[in-house]
T-cell receptor, first 114, second 111 residues
Framework: KNQVEQSPQSLIILEGKNCTLQ??????????LRWYKQDTGRGPVSLTI?????NTKSNGRYTATLDADTKQSSLHITASQLSDSASYIC?????????????FGTGTRLKVLA | NAGVTQTPKFQVLKTGQSMTLQCAQD?????MSWYRQDPGMGLRLIHY???????DQGEVPNGYNVSRSTTEDFPLRLLSAAPSQTSVYFC??????????FGEGSRLTVL
């Protein structure tokens, strides 16, 4: 069964510290992987996209990595800010006969404290 | 740019009532979808559409109906609301296997 698992479920860090969120998937055939940020009460917004051939991609203080062999991705947040407090959702796209399928993780809830 | 627009933002229903959540996108995306988000369960796919006139069921379709008469609009109908349908509903659209663009959500409470 295609699944996306994220860890930890929740995380509390102090402002200015770094953190890493994990995403493991069993989706096949794999098309791409995206990390979304969801602020409380808002819809998710895409942070990065990783395709099969990409290992690392950065978006400001956010850096995503992908290991397609072990089917693992991570999202590293550098020098955290209060505005980073949100849920981070890993979404893997599966392609089968041209159909659309997005597999969602349950998310990691990050709280950054002053 | 409006992106994906959902209405209403909040709604309270009584058990057995019916209603429609509206979703419109102005990006000419062929793919549109509805999700519900419950605490601790992440986003779950209700129904989706890959183009006008084409709809299909997702993971949790029971109690919901959809139609896609135009590229822009994808309404979600609750046929007979139940307390188990209390949730936050998100509409999303994309082009190809691209980025999903989400609406701001519709918070539904069924009493």
């Amino acid at each position: 069964k295609n699944q996306v698992e994220q860890s930890p479920q929740s995380l509390i860090i102090l402002e200015g510290k770094n953190c890493t969120l994990q995403c493991n998937y069993t989706v096949s055939p794999f098309s791409n992987l995206r990390w979304y940020k969801q602020d409380t009460g808002r819809g998710p917004v895409s942070l990065t996209i990783m395709t099969f051939s990409e290992n690392t991609k950065s978006n400001g203080r956010y850096t995503a990595t992908l290991d397609a062999d072990t089917k693992q991705s991570s999202l590293h947040i550098t020098a955290s800010q209060l505005s980073d407090s949100a849920s981070y959702i890993c979404v893997v796209s599966e392609t089968t006969s041209g159909t659309y399928k997005y597999i969602f993780g349950t998310g990691t809830r990050l709280k950054v404290l002053a | 740019n409006a992106g994906v627009t959902q209405t209403p933002k909040f709604q309270v229903l009584k058990t057995g009532q019916s209603m429609t959540l509206q979703c419109a996108q102005d990006m000419n995306h062929e793919y549109m979808s509805w999700y519900r988000q419950d605490p601790g369960m992440g986003l779950r796919l209700i129904h989706y559409s890959v183009g006008a006139g084409i709809t299909d069921q997702g993971e949790v379709p029971n109690g919901y109906n959809v139609s896609r008469s135009t590229t822009e609009d994808f309404p979600l109908r609750l046929l007979s609301a139940a307390p188990s349908q209390t949730s936050v509903y998100f509409c999303a659209s994309s082009s190809g296997f691209g980025e999903l663009f989400f609406g701001e959500g519709s918070r539904l409470t069924v009493l």
